[in-house]
């Protein structure tokens, strides 16, 4: 008796697939096999990048998502933030200015121990002498001389560097420590560079 | 064999202007590839440009100049239905020439 | 201390004004150099090398691409990547222009496709793409970009597009929208479309494929869009695989009555 009556409802589901649309669930659920079966593994780039954190999930849309998830996102962000080991903020400005000239490192065509940079110009506008920057995040211009070096301020920078999605749950601006994209003497360097009043950031 | 140019010349009032667009790799010799040999310098040495048969430019290249290179320029007189013929020589000996009608 | 704080308005607004003369100057010399390398595309040589080989007898059957259908009947070419990707009823599938001239290299050719989807840019046959690519696209060059979004398959990846070019994922968190989803944004000084809009669709959908001054190829959309993935630190999107072709659908959509401006030239 139960056979009977699953065979003409599975029939029936396999008939009206092509007549009605599919739903967002279904195309959800499509869009996730998609991004696993429409890549492949090349060099360092493993297949498991595809697959997503749930702050990466819930940021994937053209809408930001409500208050309380971004809140609770950057609450658990804020976690993975490791402060300097040995309590100094600052490197060397003149490297970190390399890095922040550097955007390589972490695709197919990189070597795993290769050392990154962090991209910064890609995005952002630093040193009065660098006209050749991006404009996805806001200019840092002058960025030491503007804010001070107060330690609320020194602190949400290393925190930012380390974790941006920690302070903006959907922040374009990568994980820089959190993901091990820099090492904690690379952001001390980069530190240096924004904050140092002789690093060209600040020094005209 | 080396690839076809693409070449266009126009008569206008009395000038024709001639422009040349080459298929050619113009490596330097000072390049690495990613295994960190260096490739061999290939690039044009010789180009001859002719009006019928007279010669109406003559250039000199070298390794400075960027791989498929453009080039444009007008000589006095030509009309239309003549032949204006483009020609190049490389460092390996290779060459290519094509001939265009002046439209 | 209101001085003070007046004085720091005044230089703040000063900064703020000479750095957008400089972006500005930058982005016109990067126009004018444009315009003045305009007139000899290197496309064109692609393009010549790709007629060439839409006639040549290729493959174990010894067939020439003449009989290909790209969705206007067999063998014709101009308009034809305009209206595309589209839906073919003989494969069934949304093809974009690369895939469906894989169609047309195995069917009448007997190319195996692998040879290009699991090829390498700029050698063996995805060399030969990009010249066929060059060549069909030329014949669209003008036209308005007409994608007919009526088939369900068609809407259904345009759906998956959409979904994918907001996926964030890999160790540095980008999607697509991270560099395409604002207006008037740029890497470093190349000004980034924002293919959300129309207007944005149009400039970036309508001027790929494109010859690349910088290093001198001439790149595919899919070459275009692998470059993207390599970017944002994803895993390696397969060659022609359903991303490409959703991404494209979705693009091309947005761009819908926009103008063909290809084979373009980039930076």
């Keep these: 008796m139960k056979m009977k009556l699953i065979v003409p409802l599975a029939l029936a589901a396999v008939f009206a697939v092509p007549v009605h649309a599919a739903s967002s669930d279904e195309l959800d659920m499509k869009a996730r096999e998609m991004m696993k079966d429409s890549f492949k593994e090349t060099g360092i780039a493993k297949k498991h990048r595809m697959l997503q954190l749930d702050f990466q999930e819930a940021c994937s849309q053209a809408k930001l998502p409500p208050t309380a998830v971004m809140k609770q996102i950057e609450a658990e962000q804020m976690k993975t933030i490791k402060w300097p080991s040995d309590g100094k903020y600052y490197g060397d400005w003149k490297e970190g200015e390399k890095i922040a000239i550097s955007g390589r490192g972490l695709t197919w065509r990189d070597k795993a121990d290769a050392e990154n940079g962090g991209g910064c110009y890609n995005c952002h506008q630093l040193s009065h002498n660098e006209i050749s920057y991006g404009t996805i995040g806001p200019s840092l211009l002058e960025y030491g001389k503007l804010r001070g070096n107060s330690d609320e301020m020194v602190k949400y920078t290393w925190g930012k560097l380390w974790n941006a999605k920690a302070y903006n749950a959907c922040s374009n601006m990568p994980r820089n420590g959190d993901a091990e994209i820099l090492t904690e003497q690379q952001i001390k360097h980069l530190m240096a560079y924004l904050f140092d009043p002789e690093s060209p950031v600040n020094k005209r | ?103 | 201390m209101r001085n003070a704080l007046k004085l720091v308005a005044v230089a703040v607004a000063a900064v703020v004004v000479a750095g957008t003369a400089t972006a500005q100057s930058t982005a016109d010399d990067i126009a004018k150099y444009r315009e003045m390398i305009a007139d000899g595309n290197p496309a064109e040589l692609y393009e010549m090398q790709g007629e060439e080989l839409w006639r040549t007898l290729r493959g174990p059957k010894k067939a020439t691409l003449e009989k290909c259908d790209l969705g206007m009947g067999p063998g014709v070419v101009k308009g034809a990547s305009a209206r595309m990707p589209r839906y073919f009823k003989d494969t069934g599938m949304v093809q974009d222009l690369e895939s469906r001239l894989l169609t047309c290299m195995e069917t009448l050719q007997g190319i195996d496709p692998k040879l290009v989807i699991d090829g390498k840019f700029n050698s063996g046959e995805r060399k030969t793409m990009d010249a066929l690519v060059a060549y069909v696209v030329t014949h669209s060059k003008g036209d308005a970009i007409k994608v007919d979004m009526s088939n369900p398959k068609m809407k259904e990846l345009y759906a998956l597009g959409e979904r994918a070019f907001y996926y964030r994922a890999g160790p540095m968190d980008f999607s697509c929208a991270t560099c395409h989803g604002e207006d008037d944004k740029r890497i470093r000084l190349q000004d980034l479309p924002n293919l959300t809009t129309h207007k944005g669709a149009a400039a970036g959908w309508g001027s790929w494929p494109a010859y690349r001054v910088s290093n001198s190829q001439f790149w595919t959309m899919q070459h275009r869009l692998n470059d993207c993935f390599r970017q944002q630190r994803t895993a390696e999107p397969i060659y022609a695989s359903e991303v490409t072709i959703a991404l494209s659908v979705y693009m091309a959509a947005k761009a819908n009555g926009g103008e063909v401006m290809t084979p373009g030239l980039k930076r």
């Design chain 2, 1 to 103: 064999m080396a690839n076809p140019m693409r070449i266009r010349a126009a008569a206008k009032e009395g000038v024709t202007e001639v422009r040349v667009l080459m298929s050619h790799v113009m490596e330097t010799g000072q390049r690495k590839d990613s295994s960190g040999a260096l490739i061999p310098a290939h690039f044009i040495t010789e180009l001859t440009a002719k009006h019928n048969d007279k010669v109406v430019l003559s250039a000199q290249f070298g390794a400075s100049v960027s791989t498929n290179p453009y080039l444009a320029f007008k000589f006095n007189g030509g009309a239309k239905g003549d032949k204006v013929t483009v020609s190049w020589v490389d460092n390996k000996g290779d060459s290519r020439s094509d001939e265009v009608q002046v439209s």
